[in-house]
């Protein structure tokens, strides 16, 4: 894979993340009930990011989870023939709460459709949103996201690569193609 572009540099990453923390504020009035959780890899130092820019901006800290979605996948059987399934219980109570799912990329939607069923197994929410850096496009379910870092029209011969400090060593998001 070849780099094609650098779409977000460490500053565009903070300044995304920032933008979000005070939007999720403002659209659910406060932060009251509110969890976020991360989906694993990346949403989950995203998710304790936004977490962390929102205690700095109202003074109280929002509990983060993490989901892993394999249990969930719809193709669990293409990847593999024997799939290692993880538990699918989540780390942080749902019921009646505002559940903000955190990733980096939105694609085809099939990972947050997973996510969201997820969270439903695990208790009623009152709402459940989707907080993502980067919105690709190229849906194939009908899945929107609640806030966006930034749109970025993509082919689908195209990758889109988000590293984080906490589990790359960097922030950046890049554009790739063979």
């Given at each position: 894979m070849k780099?094609?572009?650098?779409?977000?540099?460490?500053?565009a990453i903070e300044r995304s993340l920032k933008r979000i923390s005070h939007e999720i504020i403002e659209k659910n009035k406060g932060i009251e009930n509110i969890v976020l959780f991360g989906i694993k890899t990346r949403?989950?130092?995203?998710?304790?990011?936004?977490?962390?820019f929102i205690e700095e901006i109202e003074g109280i800290k929002i509990p983060v989870g993490t989901?892993?979605?394999t249990f969930y996948r719809d193709d669990l059987t293409t990847i593999c023939k024997t799939?290692?399934?993880?538990s699918s219980k989540l780390d942080i109570e749902t019921k009646n709460k505002k559940v903000i799912i955190v990733d980096d990329v939105l694609y085809t939607g099939r990972t947050a459709r997973a996510a969201i069923?997820?969270?439903?197994?695990?208790g009623r929410a009152n709402s459940i949103q989707l907080a993502i850096l980067i919105d690709r496009g190229h849906r194939e379910l009908p899945i929107r996201?609640?806030?966006?870092?930034?749109?970025?029209?993509?082919?689908?011969d195209e990758i889109v690569s988000v590293c984080f400090k906490e589990t790359d060593g960097n922030d950046c998001?890049?554009?790739k193609y063979n």
């Open positions: 780099v094609k572009n650098i779409l977000l540099d460490q500053q949403g989950v130092p995203m998710a304790q990011r936004i977490s962390n989901i892993d979605i799939p290692i399934l993880k069923e997820c969270i439903l197994n695990n996201a609640d806030y966006i870092g930034k749109n970025i029209p993509t082919s689908k998001a890049i554009l």
